[in-house]
């Protein structure tokens, strides 16, 4: 199965210049746990996660609280490559992307919810700023 398969589909993002207090709402109001910072063109641009949230001061933005090394991953590779990427960096959640384009997110959740279906021989996989 591939990751396209599981993944959540256009996820809410926020901009880098999206206020935290305003993130944190977006993050509740959609039951989600980590929100992909893109730019203007939807480019992955990091992530903001729910602890990372929790630790940021009033007024603060997005661009200031994500992690801007995201390990992102591509919707034709194989998910349990994403759910292994996922257990040993000990994250829920991995942004999707296809050359930088926000696609989706991807959980431990999502993955285990999944239809059990064999795993094809999916393309090539590299670490970086995103699997392919």
């Known amino acids: 199965m591939r990751v396209a398969d599981c993944m959540h589909h256009n996820p809410p993002t926020v901009r880098r210049d999206t206020p935290v207090a305003e993130a944190t709402t977006l993050m509740r109001t959609s039951k989600i746990f980590i929100l992909p910072v893109g730019d203007d063109r939807n ?7 729910a602890d990372t949230l929790r630790a940021a001061a009033e007024g603060e933005t997005s661009e200031e609280r994500m992690l801007s ?3 992102a991953i591509h919707p034709d590779a194989p ?14 959640a991995l942004p999707v992307a296809r050359r930088g384009m926000i ?3 991807v959980s431990r ?10 795993t094809h ?11 392919c």
């Not at 480019?43 to 996660?49: A, K, T």
């Not at 349990?80 to 829920?92: C, K, P, S």
């Not at 959740?109 to 064999?118: C, F, N, S, V």
């Not at 021989?121 to 699997?131: F, N, Q, T, Y």
């Open 103 to 105: 696609l989706g997110v």
């Open 69 to 71: 090394s995201t390990l």
């Open 121 to 131: 021989r999916g393309p090539r996989v590299r670490l970086g700023s995103e699997l």
């Open 43 to 49: 480019q992955l641009l990091g992530m903001i996660d």
């Open 79 to 92: 998910s349990d490559v994403a759910g292994a990427i996922l257990r040993l960096e000990g994250r829920r």
């Open 109 to 118: 959740e999502t993955i285990a919810r999944a239809p059990m279906m064999p």
